[in-house]
């Protein structure tokens, strides 16, 4: 990527800051008008802003992942059972389950509100799988790990690999590919993909990975740095219960059994908890890194568009919490939350502010 190219895209971390906050509002609801409409926000935006990157084919390949969760969701609701209602569909032979089992059933009627109800759970878990995707799209992973914090400098080779094995394996897929073709190798059936395909593409991204860790490793990246025991175990305390609270607190906002505020609030205490421990550990950490990539104005506009999804999602559950969660019995065409709506139509605004890099001057 050229100079003058890396100056038009927008920080790494403010793209996974939109893919996160636009995956916290499809989490906070079943609506599917709300999760095709963030769909449609995160392919839009990806059509705009994305480079001509490996990783840039990301977004289609969890777009095949998310249609594949549908399918696996229905598939579940017909052999295990779940919700139901008065509109079969069509029987399947039943067996009895034991009492410990009662919540469950293998096969019997199919009906109408019963799938239904699957295809929104598995719309809501494809939308997530999306938004994801839509961040490994936009997001470059270098760009990402050169504005790793300092404190998190002894876990970075851990990190290399962790963050660059999904935009591997999108840029394997497309090596593959073509070298399948080059050698005239067009048969489709399972056992020769997995033999010509799936098994070299995990293969070639997991050897990638390793081979930038071992990269980072050589130039020092994963070894200690010269602290005291008691500061470093403190500043590990703050981080992990930190981190811990981040997962709780995403996970109470996910679910619509616990308060907003007190979610928010569990949230808010755990970043500050992480931030004082990323903050400590940085300045004990001798780290410098060569013309660091500043978080600017943009990107925190980009934050914002992200994060007015959720405000939308939030005010649509104080003023139409019904419309957030439709009812599958009886069946009814959901209606669409304006609040939540205008929110998520708010967080196309990266396609305006974040341009394309394709096509840069050389």
Known sequence: MTLRTARRTAHPAAWWGWALLLATAAGRTANPWLLLLIVAVAGLV???????????GAYRVFLFIGLSAIAVRMAFYIVFGGSDGPTVLFSLPSATLPAWAAGFRL????????????????????????????????????????SVPAALYEVSVAVVVALSVAPQLVAGVGRVRRARALRGNTSRSPANLM????????????????????????????RAAGIPAPARRATSACLLIGLMGLCAGAYVLLGAGTP???AWAVVACSAAVAAFGIAFASKRVPHTRYRPDRFGARDWAIVASGAAA???????????????????NPLSVPELPMWAAAGILLATAPALLAPSSRGGAP
Not at 46 to 56: F, I, L
């Open 195 to 222: 033999r010509t395909v799936v098994s070299p593409v995990l293969h070639d991204a997991l050897d990638q990975s390793l081979a930038l860790a071992a990269a980072m490793a050589s130039r020092g990246y994963g």
């Open 46 to 56: 990806v059509t705009c802003c994305r480079g001509s990157e490996p990783w840039s």
């Open 107 to 146: 096969g019997g009627e199919v009906t109408a509100e019963g799938a239904l109800a699957a295809a929104y759970d598995g719309l809501r878990l494809a939308t997530l799988l999306v938004c994801v995707g839509a961040a490994n799209a936009l997001a470059s992973p270098r760009r990402l790990l050169r």
């Open 260 to 262: 907003a505020p007190i």
């Open 310 to 328: 959720v405000a939308g999602t939030v005010l649509s559950g104080i003023y139409e919490p019904a419309a957030l969660w439709p009812a599958t």
